[in-house]
């Protein structure tokens, strides 16, 4: 075990501002153009890459003989997107051609990207809903990544954080294939596979990771699983209201969700019938069956706090204070770790 | 010395980490089942020229991640009669020269068991000529200075058809050493 992220889909509003913090500050280079360490997607969709749940078996990828996984295509992806700024520059703007991408690979508008379908809904008026899902490396327990890589080009630390050790990596992109969520990427330019690697130079400073501190809508919780004092502990631990996505994938991420919560529906009459419109059994597809009991617990904790009592989950949660969504060993300890 | 040479599979259930032992178990045929093989050797040192058939040519993968680079590899054992197929042991590493073709230079190899395998800049003098017609890859080694194959005299080699997905310990082989 080691460090976790906590991400709270109830307070997820989909800005991307994590998305940005993260490309910015490691994957704006030449062969990184379809390269998001994070991202956050819009569900209930297919997700990015494109129906990626799909591209590993549900048993676990190096559990079954013969059962590979699938390295998405580019177009999966929406392709390699670039842009015309210099269309931008004074007496170049052409307000009929606004600023759009091309794909670097066929140079055609893409039909898919990062959170393609976003705010795109389920279900059917007037009980339509979406939510976001922000995805990065799970930075498993079990990663499959690191079973596929036949070099051990790949090392989880004893702080948890799973790393491409680039040098010693030839690009044979068996840590792609393998993944099942999808968060290793091939660089072209480079000829070596890179994923997110959990702003290790920043948390080793005592600093979260980007997207963690960049999180507008405070929704990311970040520490290390095991210490008690950890708010992802606590959530995890403690209060058993943060599950991992598609956990039957079997490599035990050590990043989980508190589920979502809904609008209420409304009858054929149009009257309200207090049921939340996402489907239970949609949420089970993605977190599984223990998410029936987790919102029944947030469910509990929220009427409390609406009646005037005290929450103790609600105000993890809430997060007053947004410096203590982590909890991060002194720069100190670092050296015992890594 | 000329001949033609049957290629295998390497087993993948010897392939380090766990995935690919079980993913790929179903995989037992190389993706080119022979090769042609010419060794000189002069007081120049030593030219090795290799065909073989491939559909299709891989050079660049940029926009298809499913693809990967052709390329073959030979290798001479240190010691005599190293094991070939584990690509070496540390105590009688392989020694051996890397083709890839999307590059004008090869690079020096050297290995000492499965996925060990570390690339280095070739010694001046070693280049290689690679030409594609009608879905045969010609390639030709010159090595000046090639003292694992000067002093053992056996050569085994390594192609992988990249449109194949081979890469890694996914290549076909020669089933052994050659003994020249």
Redesign the interface.
């Known amino acids: 075990m080691g460090f976790s992220m906590v991400i709270d889909l109830n307070k997820c509003i989909g800005c991307q501002t994590c998305t940005v913090a993260c490309k910015r500050q490691w994957t704006s280079n030449e062969g990184q153009e379809a390269t998001w360490f994070n991202h956050v997607e819009t569900k209930p969709g297919r997700g990015w890459p494109r129906d990626f749940h799909d591209m590993t078996p549900p048993a676990g990828v190096y559990a079954q003989q013969g059962l590979k996984g699938r390295i998405p295509m580019l177009a999966e992806s929406g392709g390699r997107w670039q842009f015309d700024l210099e269309s931008l520059k004074p007496g170049r703007y052409d307000p009929q051609k606004p600023l759009a991408p091309k794909t670097a690979e066929k140079g055609n508008a893409p039909d898919w990207g990062p959170n393609w379908e976003e705010d795109e809904g389920g279900g059917v008026f007037p009980n339509s809903y979406f939510f976001y899902l922000p995805r990065l490396c799970n930075h498993c327990e079990e990663p499959a990544c690191k079973k596929a890589c036949p070099r051990n080009a790949i090392t989880k630390r004893d702080d948890g954080i799973v790393l491409v050790d680039e040098p010693n990596c030839r690009g044979y992109r068996f840590c792609v294939e393998a993944c099942p969520y999808k968060k290793l990427y091939f660089n072209p330019q480079l000829g070596i596979s890179q994923k997110c690697i959990m702003c290790f130079p920043r948390v080793e400073k005592g600093l979260p990771p980007a997207c963690v501190g960049s999180c507008a809508g405070r929704a990311r919780h970040f520490g290390l699983l095991e210490d008690p004092e950890s708010p992802t502990h606590r959530l995890v631990k403690k209060f058993g209201i943060a599950l991992p996505l598609y956990a039957e994938k079997g490599t035990q991420p050590n990043v989980f969700y508190v589920p979502p919560f809904s609008a209420t529906g409304f009858n054929a009459d149009g009257t309200p019938n207090g049921q939340q419109r996402i489907p239970m059994d949609y949420l089970k597809e993605l977190f599984g069956e223990e998410v029936e009991q987790v919102m029944a617990t947030l469910n509990a904790e929220r009427a409390k706090k609406a009646r005037g009592e005290p929450s103790e989950i609600m105000d993890e949660l809430i997060r007053y204070t947004f410096n203590e969504a982590w909890k991060l060993p002194a720069e100190e300890e670092f050296g015992k770790h890594v | 010395m000329k001949t033609t040479v049957t290629l295998i599979a390497p087993p993948t259930a010897m392939?380090?980490?766990?995935?690919?032992a079980?993913?790929?178990?179903?995989r037992s045929q190389p993706g080119t089942s022979r090769a042609d093989l010419e060794v000189q050797e002069s007081t120049a040192g030593w030219t090795v020229a290799l065909r073989w058939r491939a559909p299709q040519a891989v050079i660049d993968?940029?926009?298809?991640?499913?693809q990967?680079i052709d390329g073959a590899a030979l290798f001479a054992p240190t010691v005599k009669d190293a094991p070939w197929i584990s690509m070496g042991t540390p105590d009688m590493p392989l020694e051996g020269v890397l083709w890839r073709a999307d590059r004008a230079q090869p690079w020096r190899v050297s290995a000492q068991g499965?996925?060990s395998v570390q690339r280095a800049e070739a010694p001046a003098g070693w280049t290689t000529a690679a030409r594609y017609a009608n879905g045969t890859w010609q390639l030709t080694f010159t090595l000046p200075a090639f003292a694992a194959l000067t002093v053992t005299r056996q050569l085994g080699f390594a192609v992988w058809q990249g449109a194949q997905s081979e890469?890694?310990?996914l290549k076909s082989v020669t089933p052994g050493w050659i003994n020249l």
Not at chain 2, 15 to 20: D, R, T
Request: proline residues 9%.
């Open positions: 392939q380090p980490g766990g995935y690919i079980t993913a790929y178990a179903d993968a940029t926009d298809n991640p499913r990967f499965l996925g890469r890694a310990g």
